[in-house]
């Protein structure tokens, strides 16, 4: 029986690891506490598997886990995180931080990430290298080999497309 949990277990954590893993990441900021952070959350949801309410919420249950685990990290070392969603910096975590803020905040940079992936592959690469890798547009058109001009217009598109996506995703979840 043991065997089999451990087998089921296993089939989890390799679904799910990246998933963690890159949940971790995006609050921590460091790949080695990120890793600290993807093995006490596989911990705390092998302890608690049967509070899961259903597989398909498996992975965000995982990803609160590791969100909460990230942010008990930072305040252990008390550091300062800053990251920035769309053209607004955010502190992430201040000395008296609300976790239930952050992990909205989480789920929204999860939802923008989700968001992204769903765009044409042409915007979808110069939002990415534009939003998470933070590079300007003259480097984006030089990496590219895109005119700055192009450049300019794919992150204007993606991000005319992302209002579009969000404000759908709004009006379904909460319908007037």
């Not at 790949?31 to 398909?56: I, N, P, S």
């Amino acid at each position: 029986m043991i065997e089999l949990i451990n087998l089921c277990f296993n089939e989890i954590f390799e679904k799910h690891y990246k998933r963690v893993y890159y949940t971790a990441l995006s609050i921590v900021k460091d790949h080695g506490l990120a890793e600290d952070v993807l093995q006490e959350t596989f911990l705390k949801a092998y302890d608690r598997l049967e509070e899961v309410q259903g597989e398909e919420k498996l992975g965000s249950w995982l990803s609160t886990i590791a969100a909460r685990k990230a942010i008990d990290q930072l305040r252990k070392q008390k550091r300062v995180t800053l990251f920035k969603t769309e053209d607004v910096l955010m502190n992430q975590i201040d000395h008296d931080c609300n976790v239930e803020e952050d992990c909205q905040m989480i789920l929204f940079e999860e939802t923008m990430k989700r968001k992204i992936h769903m765009l044409s592959p042409k915007l979808r690469v110069v939002m990415k290298l534009h939003y998470y890798d933070q590079l300007k547009e003259s480097e984006i058109a030089q990496k590219l080999k895109l005119s700055p001009g192009a450049v300019k217009s794919r992150l204007h598109r993606g991000r005319m497309a992302m209002r579009m996506k969000l404000s759908d995703e709004l009006i379904r979840n909460h319908p007037a």
